[in-house]
Each structure stands twice: as structure tokens, then as C-alpha cells.
């Protein structure tokens, strides 16, 4: 079965720390992969998407994933993160190349940043 | 440019009783999906319509249903509510089908509770 695992369901860091949110997938072909985050009271909004090529994406706000295809793997890193950055991170997937919106969501996790 | 607007935002509704929530997507955009989201199960796939055919629909039963209308606004009917039902519904709206260049934009969803 599609399925996506974000093994952090909760993180807390400083100001300043440098983030890394894991994200793997199981999926039985070729894959798009995203990051989406949901900022107190706000609507989901993509950080991130790797389709092809470079498998380093650069996101928003300075947030970058890296796609490694032999361990299922699409992590999210932050050098440095900032009390901004208090929000929920959802890791996504979607069958690439497939005409279809259709996503397949982790569960979710939410980082704290104490100022 | 508005984005995608929801409404209600909040319901709440009986054990056994029908619902309908409303979606409107941002100007031409003409795909537009749902999802439930709970505590629990995340964020999952209900279903997708683009130019007012149903392109693909998630694991759920017969009770959930959905249409677009020629203007790419969009329905969602829950009939014979029951209490785990309860959850977040999001509607995300693209300009096309897939995921090639155009990202899901999210709505701030409808807060569903059946009592």
C-alpha cells in the first residue's frame, strides 16, 4: 500500500538550531514529493516539490529537501530556524507523470521553536 | 487574487443527518480536490474533479459524494452522519490536472462536528 512515514511527530528546537524532519515513502513507482506547512490558524501551503532532475530543492523561506531514491527518503532541512517556523510539516506524495492531484499525506509534525 | 474560500467554516450536525460544503476555487483554477483531516488519520484523499467529472476518489464509503459545477466551484454531501465523521475538510483547488506546474492551493476548511 501508498503510504508516507514522518517518524517526528513532535520537535522542539532554539532559535538558530538547524532542523531536519524525516520523510519516507512507500510507493510502487515513480513518485512526486512535497512538503506542506500549516502555520497557526493559516491554510496548507507548499514549502517545496521535486518532480525530476536535481534531487536538492530549495523552498520557501529558506527550507531545502533532499530526494534520495534509494532510501524512499525526501527529508526537509533548515540551517538555522527561527520562531516564524512554528507550524505543522506535512511530507506528500503523488504519482508522477499521473494526471491526477491525488496526494498521499504523512502524518504530520508539528515544530515548536522557542524563542 | 482571492484564494479558495470555504464555507461553511464551521458545522455542527446530529448523528444521522445529510451535509453540504461548499468550495470555491481561485479564479481559473479548474481542479479541485477534498480531504479529510482528523487527529488521527491525517490527511486523507476523498476525492478530485476537474471540468466537472469526477477524476479519481479515495477510500471512502458511498456516503461521501462530491460535484463540480461549470463555474469549478464544488460540493460535498455526507449523508446518514456518524460521529466519525467529525474532522477537518479541505478543498485545494489547481489549475490543471497533476501536479506538473501548478501546486495544490488549500482553503482554510470546514470544521465538521457530529454530535
Known amino acids: 500500500a501508498q503510504s508516507v512515514s514522518q517518524h517526528n511527530h513532535h520537535v522542539i528546537l532554539s532559535e538558530a538550531a538547524s532542523l531536519e524532519l524525516g520523510c519516507n515513502y512507500s510507493y510502487g513507482g515513480t513518485v512526486n514529493l512535497f512538503w506542506y506547512v500549516q502555520y497557526p490558524g493559516q491554510h496548507l501551503q507548499l514549502l517545496l516539490k521535486y518532480f525530476s532532475g536535481d534531487p536538492l530543492v530549495k523552498g520557501i523561506k529558506g527550507f531545502e529537501a533532499e530526494f534520495i531514491k534509494s532510501k524512499f527518503s525526501f527529508n526537509l532541512r533548515k540551517p538555522s530556524v527561527q520562531w516564524s517556523d512554528t507550524a505543522e510539516y506535512f511530507c506528500a506524495v503523488s504519482h508522477y507523470g499521473g494526471a491526477t492531484n491525488k496526494l498521499i499525506f504523512g502524518t504530520g509534525t508539528l515544530l515548536a521553536v522557542q524563542p | 487574487k482571492a484564494g479558495v474560500t470555504q464555507t461553511p467554516r464551521y458545522l455542527i450536525k446530529t448523528r444521522g443527518q445529510q451535509v453540504t460544503l461548499s468550495c470555491s476555487p481561485i479564479?481559473?483554477?479548474?481542479?479541485v480536490s477534498w480531504y479529510q483531516q482528523t487527529p488521527g488519520q491525517g490527511l486523507q484523499f476523498l476525492f478530485e474533479?476537474?471540468?466537472?467529472?469526477q477524476r479519481n476518489k479515495g477510500n471512502f464509503p458511498g456516503r461521501f459524494s462530491g460535484r463540480q459545477f461549470s463555474n469549478s466551484r464544488s460540493e460535498m454531501n455526507v449523508s446518514t452522519l456518524e460521529l466519525g465523521d467529525s474532522a477537518l475538510y479541505l478543498c485545494?483547488?489547481?489549475w490543471g490536472q497533476g501536479q506538473g506546474g501548478s501546486p495544490l492551493h488549500f482553503g482554510n476548511g470546514t470544521r465538521l462536528t457530529v454530535t
Open positions: 474533479y476537474f471540468s466537472e467529472t
Open positions: 479564479s481559473g483554477h479548474r481542479s
Open positions: 485545494a483547488s489547481s
